[in-house]
């Protein structure tokens, strides 16, 4: 999708502090973060939302759920624990409509989430 912002970023064409890049999914940094680490992974295809990619291909969101993992091992939050979160439409908060999963820890993270 030429007018995607995340696209822009799977495509080099618009900046990002790139973590890993995978053949399917790449992991960058959020420009707002809400901990002390917080890294989104996306499928490179460009898939509006969590309910289009696990319709189309489940197995990429498998490879994102796993590369999700991965950046917190590198990152050093998986033993002390992490929270991994996609949020889906409006009443969820979704603001940006390529599918993205938010690594966050760093920290003891509240639950329920605001
Ligand atoms: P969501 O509300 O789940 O759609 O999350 C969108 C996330 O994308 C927010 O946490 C933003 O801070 C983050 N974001 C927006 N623009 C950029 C960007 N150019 N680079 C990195 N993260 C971004
Ligand atoms: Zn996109």
Do not use: K
């Not at 495509?11 to 999914?25: C, D, E, L, S, W």
């Not at 917080?38 to 759920?65: F, K, M, N, Q, T």
């Not at 939050?77 to 966050?104: E, F, K, S, W």
């Amino acid at each position: 999708m030429s007018d995607c912002l995340f696209c822009g970023i799977a495509a080099a064409q618009i900046p990002a502090t790139i973590v890993a890049a995978n053949p399917r999914t790449m992991a960058f940094r959020d420009i707002n973060p809400q901990a002390p680490v917080h890294v989104l992974v996306i499928p490179r295809e460009h898939y509006a939302s969590l309910a289009d990619l696990a319709a189309a291909d489940a197995g990429l969101l498998a490879e994102v759920v796993a590369h999700a993992h991965e950046v917190a091992v590198a990152e050093g939050i998986a033993g002390d624990g992490y929270r991994i979160v996609v949020n889906t439409g409006a009443n969820a908060g979704q603001t940006v409509g390529h599918v993205h999963a938010h690594v966050l820890g760093g920290r003891p993270m509240l639950w329920p989430p605001g």
